[in-house]
């Protein structure tokens, strides 16, 4: 099955800069990329996903781009604001009827330092 | 966007009980739902995935007679946790994808579940 791995586990950056996190899959028959925000005792957020006809996503500060190659995929971050601060988790999924589940990465802690 | 809403948002309860978790899809129709657990400062983890019309599907380690799922309607599946233990404490989060639309997975606002 899909093993998806994430790194950083935490990240902190000083507001205004740039925050990158990085995930890799295993299973190349994936095609749905999804990043979710998630923030304490609160359900995860779709922020931006990816899917594998494309290299690359921006939506105004944030960014995803995707290796099929390689097998991974990255968050982007710009301007940092203190509001950016939460838990964000990067997922993997065959995406067809839908009826496949997400593989979630372990998260990474960002912290925006006002 | 698509909403998903889960009852309760949070229950405690005694160890030995069984607790519900209700997960609607208020404007979409849900063939599948998926359960998720998140322990503190962890991911999510899938637990089962839940079929209208069919049993649900389980993962490796999740023990199903505990784990009671039933997919009721096409806008309702509900998770029982049966004999709660301690170690049962956790999130519980499901979500549904809104296959009309975009396929993309809603998930509903969590339950915490506290196990005296």
């Known amino acids: 099955g899909e093993n998806v791995e994430q790194h950083p586990s935490t990240l902190s950056v000083q507001e205004g800069d740039s925050a990158v996190i990085k995930c890799t899959y295993s299973d190349s028959a994936s095609n749905y990329f999804p990043w979710y925000k998630q923030e304490l005792g609160k359900r995860p957020q779709l922020i931006i996903d990816?899917?594998?006809?494309?290299g690359e996503k921006k939506d105004q500060r944030i960014a995803v781009t995707l290796n099929k190659t390689a097998k991974h995929f990255s968050l982007h971050i710009t301007e940092t604001q203190p509001e950016d601060s939460a838990v964000y988790f990067c997922?993997?999924?065959?995406?067809?009827?839908?009826?496949?589940?997400?593989?979630f990465g372990k998260g990474t802690r960002l912290s925006v330092i006002a | 966007g698509a909403v998903v809403s889960q009852h309760p948002s949070w229950v405690i309860c005694k160890s030995g009980t069984s607790v519900k978790i209700e997960c609607r899809s208020l404007?979409?129709?849900?063939?599948?739902m998926f359960w998720y657990r998140q322990f503190p400062k962890q991911s999510l983890m899938l637990m089962a995935t839940s079929n209208e019309g069919s049993k649900a599907t389980y993962e490796q380690g999740v023990e199903k007679d505990k784990f009671l799922i039933n997919h009721a309607s096409l806008t309702l599946s509900t998770l029982t946790v049966t004999s709660a233990h301690p170690e049962d404490s956790s999130f519980y989060i499901c979500?549904?994808?809104?296959?009309?639309?975009?396929?993309?997975?809603?998930f509903g606002p969590g339950t915490r579940l506290t196990v005296l």
């Open positions: 979500s549904a994808p809104n296959q009309g639309v975009t396929d993309t997975q809603y």
């Open positions: 990816i899917r594998s006809n494309v």
């Open positions: 404007d979409f129709q849900a063939t599948t």
């Open positions: 997922a993997a999924t065959l995406r067809n009827s839908g009826n496949t589940p997400l593989v």
